[in-house]
């Protein structure tokens, strides 16, 4: 059995632009693979562990991968979130691998959400918002980028203590983006094409009237929060998978409401208008996971990797 590390994942150097390609990969494979729901206890409070499994079909190499990841959450401990996934061999049943899954984790969110965003924008949309800019919006913002190299972006950020100063020097070497601090999300809501929230927690709604959002934005949440007043409102919403969303409070009055891999698949058109306001709740699937997972481990196949315990960064690293 490998152990495959944070450090060791990152070791590999997988592009932003590689990380999109097996986002659009596991959409493809959804329907023949089984995903059933997550499922969460919860220790104390607000704390939990998730589980989230996966059989993924057969690989172009003939191979069947199942995995599981576990997602926890506990008050005080450093870091109070993180995951792991035990990797197995399908056909056989040997556990391959036991892997850190906060990088996997960071980068397939990021790449749903740089997907989604292009599959379901107005034409001609340049201007992006984002709301929370810790990893996650690092991530997206990096595979936006680097899907479509060609693009110039206009990117909105919302002010958070010195968070938006620090955002825009990560990005410093990127000649296809401009940014501009805001102070209001009311201004974001009423002026950007695509608007991508990755705050954690929200206590109520973050646009209350929401006659406020432009016209023809898409707006995706990528922690479920601050937005549900969209959810009845908005001309289409989208989720990533059906069995995730359908217990959602308002999931019963969604108007026009699909899969967006339908859309990546061609079967769905996403977008029927430019004045459309569009929402989509990607959830956050182990389809996904195990995917990446299982590629990371072909990459390090014929590697030597020692077989030690796995240890916890205990320093936040930044993407």
Known sequence: MKIISEKLIRSLNISPKECVKWIRESFAMKKEAQLPAKISVHPADMDFFTSMPCLLPKNKNGRMFFGIKEVHRIEGAVPSLGSDMMLYDAASGELLALVDSDWITTMRTGAVAAVSAKALRVNNASTYGFVGLGNTARASLLCILEQ????????????????????????????????????????????????????????????????????????????????????????????????????????????????????????????????????????????????????????????????????????????
């Not at 959602?248 to 769905?268: C, M, S, T, W």
């Not at 990446?292 to 030597?304: D, F, R, W």
Request: charged share 30%; hydrophobic share 35%.
């Open 148 to 319: 479509e190299p060609e693009k110039f972006f206009q990117v909105k950020l919302l002010r958070y203590k010195d968070q938006a100063e620090q955002f825009i020097e990560r990005f410093k070497a990127y000649s296809n983006v401009s940014f501009e601090i805001i102070d209001d999300i009311k201004d974001m809501a009423s002026s950007v094409d695509v608007l991508i929230s990755c705050i954690t927690s929200a206590h109520g709604l973050f646009v209350e009237d929401e006659s406020v959002f432009k016209p023809g934005i898409t707006i995706i949440p990528v922690h479920m929060r601050g937005f549900q007043n969209c959810d009845v409102t908005f001309d289409r919403v989208f989720g990533d998978d059906t069995d995730h969303v359908k217990n959602f409070k308002y999931f019963p009055q969604y108007h026009d409401y699909n899969e967006i891999g339908e859309v990546l698949a061609g079967r769905d058109p996403g977008r029927k208008s430019e004045d459309q306001r569009i929402i989509d709740y990607n959830y956050g699937l182990a389809l996904h996971d195990v995917v990446y997972a299982s590629k990371i481990y072909e990459l390090l196949e014929n590697q030597s990797v020692p077989e030690v315990k796995i240890e916890k960064e205990t320093e936040k690293y930044w993407i």
